[in-house]
């Protein structure tokens, strides 16, 4: 063996290495805080948290309003969110025609999903729960995050197209197939898996929300489910930053428990989109 | 090289002009340039394609035969920024005019890829399709046979005959390139456009396609671009020769391979370059 080779070698062997560290460091970090907030929190988690309303007295208070309220919000969000989003990036990735008016939409829409969430608060405030007049509501929340998520749905739905080998379109334009004969039969089908897996991160980051929603005025004590879509609400990112913001030890041990609640939410939802997403994958494997 | 060549060449022979006189045109095109944006691929073709027959397009790479062979089903136009001067008549109609349907212009005329490209789905559903979304079937039942016509008129049926439900994607290349041209021959066309199509496969799966060809040309015009000079030899009745986006000479096949009159086409013919 000459020498060069052995260097490539090392240089190769190096790499897998500090692969292998990195992706340990960031799985630690993770293990780390798994295990901080089952510490604290596990011994908590009961069917009476679960099913409670928050109270004044630690050891009464429940998380019931906020799972509710969090799931009303995710929801509403998707309904509102991938219609518009999906919709949207099929105009631009399939119909609109590539021009500098195009191109700054683009931009446009890449630079909006860089805007801090608060922003979105503001203009939720403005625009739903003041000039639409839907008031604190569930409704004004799905709507404000569903323009912070839009333009993550819109750019992954947009790449997932992109992703679609132009052959497909041909061989389907080439039996007299229209453009929205091509695009549901046979792009859509093909794109499904890569448009769910940003659909499902996007949704996965407006659960997680708080900011926007404290903005628009969700509220922190909530003693009831929503019950309509006019209705106020919590979620649980509020309600566990309500918690750990008391000086009661009963209380922080309080927001553990909602912190496992609002990720066995995310995974929940992760494992649905999942399951879809290899659905799909098999039958347009087909 | 300014030559405008239609079919066929001057009083070569006898033959040539029996064979002008006894095929009427199915496609007649008449000064066709193309333009990539600013760049001019093609320069003013004029060529008559007699209907029933195969008709080969040859020539180096880069020359504009297969950009030629899309405009005839106006496949081009999906590509943004071109342009296409001149006109395209097929059955005597201009496809390029304002009201021509090209929905309806590429169920008329099939069109077979370079690399085959059949849909993920069943062997079954990728038949299907063109019958489905052209509403050309009323019932499973007619569905099923016109499914089975087309396979068997692609020489595919005996092999996939117990497997129609199983991924197009599983069948050899050499089948996937068959199950596409009976996806192109469900939809009824008139006139079959083969983009080189053998070129991805195997000299035995090669012999089966040229096999079809020849099975074919009974009832469709087909024209075919290759780049293997032998194959448009075997397959083809006449052959045009394109050279920088030119047609440079068109004729009877076996004019074309003995007795060419360009220096060109002899050159290329005999593979002294391309």
Redesign the interface.
Same mark, same amino acid.
């Given at each position: 063996m000459n020498r060069f080779l052995s260097v490539r070698t090392i240089i190769d062997w190096l790499v897998a290495v500090s692969g292998v560290l990195v992706t340990v460091a960031s799985l630690g970090v993770l293990a780390v805080l798994l295990v901080d907030v089952a510490q604290d929190g596990l011994g908590r988690l009961s069917w009476q948290f679960l099913s409670s309303f928050p109270s004044r007295r630690a050891e009464s208070a429940g998380i019931f309003a906020a799972l509710i309220g969090s799931l009303y919000v995710i929801v509403l969000t998707a309904l509102i969110a991938i219609p518009l989003g999906v919709g949207t990036a099929i105009y631009l990735q399939e119909y609109g +025609? +590539?021009s500098r008016w195009s191109r700054l939409i683009e931009i446009n829409i890449a630079n909006l999903a860089g805007v801090p969430s608060i922003i979105y608060g503001l203009l939720g405030l403005a625009l739903f729960v003041r000039a639409m007049g839907f008031g604190r509501s569930v409704l004004a929340g799905a709507a404000t995050l569903s323009l912070l998520v839009l333009p993550v749905v819109i750019l992954s739905t947009r790449e997932a197209l992109r992703a679609v080998?132009s052959?497909? &379109?041909? /061989?389907? @334009?080439?039996?007299?197939?229209?453009k929205w004969?091509t695009i549901w039969?046979?792009v859509l #089908?093909?794109a499904l898996p890569g448009m769910l897996t940003g659909i499902i991160l996007a949704l996965s980051r407006a659960v997680g929300e708080t900011a926007p929603l404290i903005m628009i005025g969700a509220l922190t004590y909530v003693p009831f489910a929503p019950d309509g879509v006019l209705s106020p609400f919590t979620v649980l990112p509020i309600q566990i930053f309500n918690w750990v913001s008391r000086p009661q030890a009963e209380f922080v041990r309080n927001s553990a428990a909602g912190i496992i609640v609002l990720m066995t939410v995310l995974l929940a939802m992760n494992g649905i989109a999942v399951w879809i997403r290899d659905r799909a994958q098999a039958r347009? &494997?087909? | 090289m300014n030559v405008r060549v239609t079919l066929p060449t001057e009083n070569r022979s006898d033959t040539t002009e029996k064979f002008v006189a006894s095929h009427s045109p199915k496609i007649a095109v008449e000064g066709l340039s193309f333009y990539y944006g600013k760049v001019r691929a093609l320069e003013d073709i004029s060529i008559l394609i007699p209907a029933r027959q195969v008709t080969a397009f040859i020539g180096p790479s880069g020359c504009g035969k297969s950009t030629f062979l899309r405009t005839l089903?106006r496949?081009n136009d %999906?590509i943004?920024d071109i342009r296409v001067e001149g006109s395209v008549l097929i059955d005597g109609r201009d496809i390029y005019e304002d009201s021509s349907d090209v929905?309806?212009l &590429? &169920? +008329?005329v /099939?069109?077979v890829?370079q690399?085959s490209?059949?849909? #993920?789905?069943?062997v079954f559903d990728n038949v299907a @399709? /063109?019958l489905r %979304?052209?509403g050309m079937v009323d019932t499973r039942s007619e569905l099923e046979d016109r499914v089975e016509a087309s396979l068997k008129a692609a020489a595919l049926w005996q092999e996939v005959s117990n497997r129609l439900h199983e991924?197009a994607?599983s069948l050899s290349g050499g089948q996937q390139q068959r199950l596409?041209i009976a996806?192109?021959l469900a939809?009824e066309p008139d006139i079959l456009l083969m983009d080189e199509p053998a070129s991805a496969l195997d000299p035995i799966a090669t012999q089966r396609i040229e096999e079809l060809i020849h099975q074919l040309k009974d009832r469709y015009t087909i024209v075919i671009v290759t780049h293997n000079m032998q194959q448009a030899a075997r397959v083809s009745d006449s052959t045009a020769v394109f050279w920088l986006g030119s047609l440079i000479e068109y004729d009877r096949t076996e004019n074309i391979f003995t007795t060419p009159s360009e220096k060109i086409t002899e050159d290329y013919v005999t593979g002294r370059f391309g």
């Open positions: +025609r +590539r080998p052959s497909l &379109r041909e /061989g389907s @334009y080439a039996l007299g197939a229209t004969q039969n046979q #089908p093909v347009s &494997r087909m | 089903n496949m %999906i943004p929905v309806e &590429r &169920r +008329r /099939g069109m890829f690399k490209n059949p849909f #993920p789905k069943s @399709y /063109g %979304i052209n991924s994607l596409c996806r192109a939809v």
